[in-house]
């Protein structure tokens, strides 16, 4: 039996009935698993792989806002209420595996077992942290602190745990930019400093962190 991020907080009865209610569903790598405007009705958590939850901004250009690994939900509002819409893109960066939990199922599954509330509760209060996270961050972090930080919570992403090996993270400076919430020329003069230190390397599309130890400590 699968045991992943919020599920760990429940007790195993109660996990094992919510995941016998949860399917299971597989995408390729630039599948979008949902579109911005999309109706919504299906929460998701993240078995394997990666997930980049993606914006339109007001100029028309399409933002990253956060990318999402194994354990993490997305999609929480979608049991709240029924004509739910979405607020964002979802889109595999790799080929992603996740539990799939449809409304309706979660209001069956309330009325018979009523503690799986708890579920959704923990899920919208970890998107409330992570959401606050950020505002005091955008508010009161410098961007070339927020830009080495981006980076360096997706070299933890990507990376596999203790190792001290090179990590590989496939997103582009535009990505970055956007998740720091800066503008790219401030990015990327970040990124060729941190390049040009030895601290990570750049390519089409993707960035590679060389000194793991040496980016916790700028990201402090």
Known sequence: MESVGLLEQMSPDDRRVLLSKMTRRSFRKLDTLFHEGDPGDTLHIIVKGHVAIRCSTPAGD?????????????GEQALLFDGAVRTASAVALDAVETRALHRNEFDALR???????????????AQVRRLSA???EALYVPADTRVVRR???LAELYGDGDGDGPISVP???????????????????????????GVISLTRGRLEVLDRAGLRKRAR
């Open 62 to 74: 399409v933002a990253t806002m956060t990318v999402l690994g194994a354990g993490a939900s997305f």
């Open 111 to 125: 009325r018979t077992n009523p503690t799986v509330e708890r579920f959704l509760t923990e899920a919208l209060a």
């Open 134 to 136: 950020q505002l005091v």
């Open 151 to 153: 980076v360096a919570m």
């Open 171 to 197: 997103v582009r400076q535009d990505d970055v930019a956007s998740m720091a919430g800066t503008a790219r020329p401030t990015a990327n003069r970040v990124l060729k400093q941190l390049e040009g230190d």
